[in-house]
């Protein structure tokens, strides 16, 4: 049975650090690619960042770009999310997220995503 456990979220001040870890379970995630995904209230989940498991390719949404690093420890099969910098406009849920590693899918798209976490919040107060 696949899991992805999701830890690290919290209150944060503005401009303030966090870092949120996934630790998967239950496969191998060698041909897969390992997203983080968020969701405030009354808004869509929006993609964050993504990183393939297998070459290390890392995907960012710009609004994240030189503030988050998506990492991997692959002798712990988990994933990280250095968040720095952080702003008012990224409280939300963060969600990990595994989905199989393809040129046919969507690394932006949820739907690319088999398997999800429960969730993390991280607030952010100005």
């Known amino acids: 049975q696949v899991q992805l456990l999701e830890s690290g979220g919290g209150l944060v001040q503005v401009g303030g650090s966090l870092r949120l870890s996934c630790a998967a379970s239950?496969?191998?995630?060698?041909?897969?690619?390992m997203g983080w995904f968020r969701q405030a209230p009354g808004k869509e989940r929006e993609f964050v960042a993504a990183?393939?498991?297998?070459?290390?390719?890392?995907y960012y949404v710009d609004s994240v770009k030189g503030r988050f690093t998506i990492s991997k420890d692959n002798a712990k099969n988990t994933v990280f999310l250095q968040m720095n910098s952080l702003k008012p406009e990224d409280t939300a849920v963060y969600y990990c997220?595994?989905?199989?590693?393809?040129?046919?899918?969507?690394?932006?798209?949820?739907?690319?995503?088999?398997?999800w976490g429960q969730g993390t919040q991280v607030s952010v107060s100005s």
């Open positions: 997220a595994a989905g199989r590693s393809s040129a046919y899918t969507s690394t932006r798209n949820p739907k690319s995503y088999e398997y």
């Open positions: 239950g496969r191998t995630f060698s041909n897969y690619r």
């Open positions: 990183i393939n498991w297998s070459d290390l390719t890392t």
